[in-house]
């Protein structure tokens, strides 16, 4: 992709906006394998959906978290994410494309989230501003000091750090 987002694994997490370490939370996301499809067989990427349970704390899969906006009907916002369709006949299709769609869904449904822009590119953007910020202040490569047990956050809807 030209700006580079996939680089990394995007996702959607839902939970509290402060969470605690042992708070609960959900991820909602894409992720591919590589399936052997057709006659005579050839390896294909295939992609399945993945919602699960999570703890909120720190873990070395989350480099940062972007607050988007507020939950406002979760029952809502599960049917919409469950209804983004996969896009395994689509070359370029992936995780960064998924979570644009059902962002985009979520906001134009106006009953899932609220205080959500509605561009995604801000949101890409703003991640991919954050995430370069947090390298340069050496967040992930242990030269410098921060609470590990913590994923660094910020608030787009508000425009502050939550999290260092």
């Given at each position: 992709m030209p700006g580079l987002e996939d680089t990394y694994h995007?996702?959607?997490?839902?939970?509290?906006?402060?969470?605690?370490?042992?708070?609960?939370?959900?991820r909602y996301h894409v992720k591919h394998k590589l399936e052997l499809v057709g006659t005579p067989p050839e390896p294909k990427p295939v992609w399945y959906f993945e919602q699960e349970d999570i703890q909120m704390g720190s873990s070395f899969q989350n480099l940062v978290r972007i607050l988007v906006g507020k939950v406002k009907n979760k029952n809502k916002l599960n049917d919409i994410i469950r209804?983004?369709?996969?896009?395994s006949d689509v070359p370029e299709w992936n995780c960064v494309e998924w979570v644009k769609e059902a962002l985009t869904a979520?906001?134009?449904d106006g009953k899932a989230l609220s205080k959500c822009p509605e561009d995604w590119e801000s949101v890409r953007d703003t991640a991919m501003w954050y995430v370069a910020k947090k390298k340069d202040e050496h967040r992930f490569d242990g030269r410098a000091k921060y609470d590990f047990s913590k994923v660094a956050t910020w608030d787009l809807v508000k425009g502050y750090e939550l999290v260092m």
């Open positions: 995007w996702a959607l997490v839902v939970g509290p906006k402060t969470p605690a370490d042992d708070d609960a939370g959900t209804g983004i369709p996969l896009r979520a906001v134009q």
